[in-house]
């Protein structure tokens, strides 16, 4: 087996003992591979495992990608800075998008989504460590900008997403992710249907589970160390 096919396996592997320890079921939680800087080559190989949801930060990057693999039947998520002259491109390419944090950009994406295709899903990026000049809006902003975005066609506000303060103390990692659950039952009351909470990253899946993810954003854990070019 290759590097990317034992990794592949030792995840899913630990997202199915987390569940259990959790006392999920594994179908809840989504898998989804993380594949910014990486080739459409590998993301083949991963697809060939079992993998058929990937994460792309970068548009221009991901639009080649897509190109290249038509063929495959993947489910792409932008999960990236969304800019508002890349909305149309993100609109008319991706079934999901987890980095909305402003009714301007959900806005142009509702306008700008194609009629023929169905409701982009969408997360709403929470800034839950309330840490300056960061993504994501304020906690106590979250439900009327979730009022406000349920309301435009053509999307489907699905839950709420986080990247908290990078931290290698397990009880701030836990309290975070604890935070954002805690903020989505909040906004369940008001709209049951919200149904998704993407948190959790290759080094805190195990925490990230067992407070609430349903999906995990894993890219290191899958193909390795990243390398950039020059």
């Not at 590998?42 to 063929?71: C, I, P």
Request: hydrophobic share 40%; aromatic share 6%; with cysteine.
């Amino acid at each position: 087996m290759t590097s990317i096919a034992n990794n592949y396996t030792k995840v899913v592997s630990d997202i199915t003992q987390h569940c259990q320890r959790a006392h999920r079921e594994t179908n809840n939680v989504q898998l989804l591979a993380v594949s910014k800087t990486r080739t459409a080559e590998q993301l083949t190989e991963l697809y060939h495992q079992g993998q058929s949801h990937f994460g792309e930060n970068y548009l221009q990057e991901a639009l080649d990608k897509q190109n290249q693999l038509q063929a495959l039947d993947i489910t792409w998520h932008f999960i990236g800075p969304i800019q508002s002259n890349k909305t149309r491109a993100i609109a008319e390419n991706f079934s999901w998008v987890h980095s909305v944090d402003r009714l301007k950009i959900a806005r142009r994406l509702a306008e700008q989504r194609p009629n023929h295709l169905p409701p982009l899903n969408l997360c709403l990026q929470v800034n839950i460590s309330n840490e300056e000049n960061k993504a994501g809006c304020a906690t106590d902003e979250c439900l009327e900008l979730i009022t406000q975005i349920a309301a435009l066609p053509n999307l489907k506000v699905r839950g709420l997403m986080a990247i908290p303060k990078a931290s290698t103390d397990l009880n701030e990692q836990r309290a975070s992710f604890a935070a954002l659950a805690a903020l989505l039952e909040q906004c369940q009351q008001q709209y049951p249907q919200l149904d998704t909470l993407s948190m959790g990253m290759s080094a805190d899946i195990g925490p990230a589970i067992e407070l609430g993810a349903t999906i995990v954003r894993v890219g290191t854990a899958l193909f390795g160390p990243r390398t950039y070019s020059s």
